[in-house]
């Protein structure tokens, strides 16, 4: 069985990165009919918030990417607990005492010699009393003890992976306060939840080679493992600058479409091209994590807006009629309106200046030169309501009276209907307008 974790901290809003790491492990389990776990890494009391958790909720449920079983760490304390006293029992966890200045003056010294800074084991070498001292004068933290290998793992998108656990501090896996930190209960739970694959992103590298050396010592086999790339802004900027503007909820408000969202995602950083599909199941069957690149992957949220235009315009009436009762349009003018402001329109929020221009009529955008042209075209429209002759009765009337025709005289006319130089077919148009411009 494929089981898989999407595991965010309930800390912040999730992001355009988070998404990435959710939907990748949401294909893997959906395209085997395996398991996605939605686990909220909540073991920080300080950070984790409720209203977060519940944010992460709706924002996986907007997008379509449910989860079969739902886990909190902060209610698995007893297991993490359980695990490292099976760590301590067998000599790999073991209790240090170097406040955070001391650590960073270890540091500090190691660099000027121009050795990693890694730490030295120090606490390995207390004798009992002088542990018993350093405990009641300002309390233990527990660091998993590696062994100095080579740390091998084929990864699902950077390959074979080999790393030298001597270039690694031995992991801090508890604190002197007591809290469990992410790196032994993500293992707990990754075991115990029987996880197969974990994807996730590049800067857990390190992590993975040290969760596999504890997934070890507990007596468990590593899941498989993947890191894919991190995101850049469009520049090649880190994305982290910007992740206030690109949080999942901003993008809802901005009117992006899931769609957009899932379909740029599936595929942006792999050799497959980006295909709009709002059919997780079809995205799912096409997903192939062996096409992805480990270079970091650009991501311009500016290319949403085409693939949201392309989502929204392909919407049947049926699936926009609330929005449409929305903005005030009456039901026997739904599908008339539909029909000439789906090609207009990029976000559903647009369609509410295309109502308005319907509703309450445009200023004139008319040139000086168009001036005369426009006031004798006026007097030949007969008041509105206007059927759907009227906008070729009105310009073959204009013509025949003015003479112009073409561009010439088509654009000076929509100009003052709707004061712009675009929009939808004039014919479909006019019977949805009901004012005739002053001018
Ligand atoms: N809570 C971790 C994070 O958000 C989970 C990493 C993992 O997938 O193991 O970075």
């Given at each position: 069985?494929?089981?898989?974790?999407?595991?965010?901290?309930?800390?912040?809003?999730?992001?355009?990165?988070?998404?990435?790491?959710?939907?990748?492990?949401?294909?893997?389990?959906?395209?085997?009919?395996?398991?996605?776990?939605?686990?909220?890494?909540?073991?920080?009391?300080?950070?984790?918030?409720?209203?977060?958790?519940?944010?992460?909720?709706?924002?996986?449920?907007?997008?379509?990417?449910?989860?079969?079983?739902?886990?909190?760490?902060?209610?698995?304390?007893?297991?993490?607990?359980?695990?490292?006293?099976?760590?301590?029992?067998?000599?790999?966890?073991?209790?240090?005492?170097?406040?955070?200045?001391?650590?960073?003056?270890?540091?500090k010294r190691q660099l000027a010699m121009g050795r990693p800074p890694v730490y030295d084991?120090?606490?390995?070498?207390?004798d009992e009393a002088e542990k018993a001292r350093l405990r009641a004068e300002r309390g233990g933290y527990w660091r998993f003890r590696l062994d100095q290998s080579r740390i091998e793992w084929e990864d699902g998108i950077l390959g074979p992976v080999s790393i030298d656990a001597a270039s690694v501090s031995d992991p801090v896996l508890i604190r002197a306060?007591?809290?469990?930190?992410?790196?032994?209960?993500?293992?707990?739970?990754?075991?115990?939840?029987?996880?197969?694959?974990?994807?996730?992103?590049?800067?857990?590298?390190?992590?993975?080679?040290?969760?596999?050396?504890?997934?070890?010592?507990?007596?468990?086999?590593?899941?498989?493992?993947?890191?894919?790339?991190?995101?850049?802004?469009?520049?090649?900027?880190?994305?982290?600058?910007?992740?206030?503007?690109l949080s999942l909820r901003d993008l809802r408000a901005r009117g992006i479409a899931p769609a957009?969202?899932?379909s740029l995602m599936a595929r942006l950083g792999s050799s497959q091209p980006v295909e709009l599909s709002d059919d997780l199941d079809q995205i799912a069957a096409a997903f192939d994590l062996a096409q992805f690149g480990a270079a970091p992957t650009r991501f311009d949220e500016a290319d949403l807006l085409p693939l949201t235009r392309a989502h929204v315009q392909a919407?049947?009436?049926?699936?926009?009629?609330?929005?449409?009762?929305?903005?005030?349009?009456?039901?026997?003018q739904e599908a008339l309106f539909w029909k000439v402001a789906r090609e207009n329109i990029t976000v559903l929020a647009d369609l509410e200046d295309w109502w308005r221009l319907c509703r309450d009529g445009a200023t004139p955008d008319v040139a000086p030169e168009d001036a005369d042209f426009v006031r004798v075209a006026l007097e030949l429209l007969p008041p509105p309501p206007w059927g759907p002759e009227a906008w070729s009765s009105w310009t073959t009337a204009v013509r025949e009276a003015t003479g112009r025709k073409g561009r010439g005289l088509f654009m000076p006319?929509?100009?003052?209907?709707?004061?712009?130089?675009?929009?939808p077919d004039m014919g479909d148009l006019m019977p949805l307008l009901r004012h005739k411009p002053e001018f």
């Open positions: 069985m494929i089981v898989t974790r999407f595991a965010p901290s309930p800390t912040g809003f999730l992001h355009v990165g988070n998404l990435r790491t959710a939907l990748f492990n949401h294909l893997i389990a959906r395209k085997a009919q395996g398991r996605f776990i939605l686990r909220l890494d909540d073991t920080d009391p300080e950070r984790s918030r409720p209203e977060y958790a519940d944010a992460i909720r709706e924002d996986l449920t907007w997008l379509g990417l449910g989860w079969d079983r739902e886990e909190r760490q902060s209610a698995r304390l007893d297991r993490y607990e359980a695990a490292a006293e099976r760590l301590r029992e067998t000599g790999r966890l073991y209790e240090c005492f170097e406040t955070p200045t001391e650590l960073d003056l270890k540091r084991r120090a606490a390995l070498r207390l306060d007591g809290q469990v930190l992410y790196t032994l209960a993500s293992v707990v739970d990754d075991v115990e939840m029987e996880v197969s694959h974990v994807v996730r992103g590049s800067d857990h590298v390190t992590n993975t080679a040290t969760q596999i050396q504890i997934i070890g010592a507990l007596g468990a086999t590593p899941p498989a493992f993947a890191h894919h790339s991190l995101l850049t802004g469009a520049q090649g900027e880190a994305l982290s600058k910007r992740l206030g503007t957009a969202l899932l919407l049947p009436l049926e699936a926009v009629r609330a929005d449409l009762a929305a903005i005030g349009v009456p039901e026997d006319l929509r100009k003052a209907l709707t004061g712009r130089d675009h929009g």
